[in-house]
């Protein structure tokens, strides 16, 4: 979002409050010790309750990439750990033209960084070979599913559903590969059940998945176990 451009409309601002943050703001909050601490844990969650077009998550999301990256010692290992650090990752906003700028926006970010990645990683006649596609389809169905349109307060999209979320379990390591289960919950049940209140402010870190033991009621689809990099591929399993 660039600087000059802070509103869409007065018309948006009169009715709806709306006002983007501009992006020095975004580093300042971003640069708390509090913050940083959670960043650099891949897969602490980050809940936006009013995304707009994701000032706060793709700069959270630049960063994480870049602890998933040092965190690397192959291309293979970079794949798992840029979608750990997407899937941490949930943004609520109500208007839908911001919603695609947001899923759009995700989407830019973390192929832009994930090429970085793995130029750092490999020389740059080998990018091309190394690049998984499975990362990349993966990507696109966390950032679908973790980016939400919808009222935070009502809990309800505007087809008066509830907003739904997917927790995106991790399992593990076989053959070198992360698995991981994907467990769809209501946002109504997440906030029943965290261990936090839901942030006000949009930059703050939150547990959003309370233990196992308290929630597994409240699951209301799950997905056949896979390598996180064929998420994509998964079909839910009837409960």
Known sequence: MSEMKLIKSSERVRTLGEVFTPRRIVELML??????AKINDLSATFLEPSAGEGAFLVEILRR???VALHRSHSVQEYGDNALIALSSLYGIEFMEDNVEMLVMNMNEQFLRSYYQGLH???SEEEVSHLTDENVLKSAKTLIQANMAQGNALTQLNSDGKPIMFSEWKLLGKQHGYQYVQRLEY???AIIEHAQEPVPETPYEE???FAPP???KSSVTREYTPCRLVDVYKTQSQNL
């Open 31 to 36: 640069d708390q010790p509090e913050i940083t």
């Open 64 to 66: 994480k990439m870049d």
């Open 120 to 122: 750092q990683l490999q």
């Open 186 to 188: 209501t946002f109504t």
């Open 206 to 208: 939150v547990s959003l």
């Open 213 to 215: 033991a308290e929630k």
